[in-house]
């Protein structure tokens, strides 16, 4: 027996609806990195401190300086060296962008040491990640 069209379109739209909240719900891959302070200058905010659950965005998403300010949430999926092979705390964190990763930058967020620490063990250096804003 065929579907009444209302029906097939109402059961589509439902299914495009759930793979987009799962979607956002699982994030972007990427690398996370971390630094060290002192954190200002900034390439946002200059000598105005922003508090320490910050990272600097890498060219993958600083779009010319309008990731300023955004907010992402991190968490750790896994390790990226043998050095580590479980680094991450299964905490996520939530930072605010406050600053371009420079060249040669290796991840696709750079943390402060602090944010970093909240995911994942800082012995790693470099984590796979999910984020999103």
Known sequence: MAMPKATASVALAMAVGLVAMVSLVAGTPGFATF??????????????????MIAAASEAFWNGGEACGHQYVVSCTGA??????????????????????????????????????????????????????
């Open 35 to 52: 630094y060290t302070p002192s954190y200002t200058p900034s390439a946002c905010y200059g000598y105005q401190e922003q508090g320490v």
């Open 80 to 133: 990226t060296n043998e050095g580590v092979p479980h680094p991450c705390t299964g905490r996520s964190v939530t930072v605010k962008i406050v600053d371009l990763c420079p060249a040669g930058c290796r991840g696709t967020i750079d943390l402060s040491q602090e944010a970093f620490a909240v995911i994942a063990d800082p012995n790693a250096g470099k984590v796979q990640i999910e984020y999103r804003r």
